[in-house]
């Protein structure tokens, strides 16, 4: 399973992005997805992830209120919609697949599949 993040990019601080995280030959539906973000000089930390049972989502504090998982089955990618951003969000963001969840975690080390990364940078 290949993955490609895109919807990178500056932004200012308060503003949004949507970041989509897709694949070619398989259904994302049947993976539990991942986000991920890497700031320089920290640990890779998971964000939000959606279940591939029934798209249940959990998320890390930092993030909840402000971002939104979700599935756009028709497009078969997972994007995730980030608001109110602030320069501590500025990191490398990854999505990460396994297939084997009944839901999901924000853990690093069960996911078996992962994408490049793509740039989010919150100026202020």
């Known amino acids: 399973l290949q993955l490609v993040e895109s919807g990178g990019g500056l932004v200012q601080s308060g503003g949004s992005l949507r970041l989509s995280c897709g694949t070619s030959g398989s259904n994302l539906n049947d993976y539990a997805i991942g986000w991920f973000r890497q700031a320089p000089g920290k640990e890779r930390e998971g964000i939000a992830c959606i279940s591939s049972s029934d798209n249940s989502t959990w998320y890390h504090d930092s993030v909840k209120g402000r971002f939104t998982v979700g599935r756009d089955s028709a497009k078969n990618t997972v994007y995730l919609e980030m608001n109110s951003l602030n320069p501590e969000d500025t990191a490398v963001y990854y999505c990460?697949?396994?297939?084997?969840?009944?839901?999901?975690?924000?853990?690093?080390?069960?996911?078996?599949?992962w994408g490049q990364g793509t740039q989010v940078t919150v100026s202020s």
């Open positions: 990460a697949a396994e297939g084997l969840f009944v839901g999901c975690v924000l853990y690093v080390s069960p996911y078996d599949y």
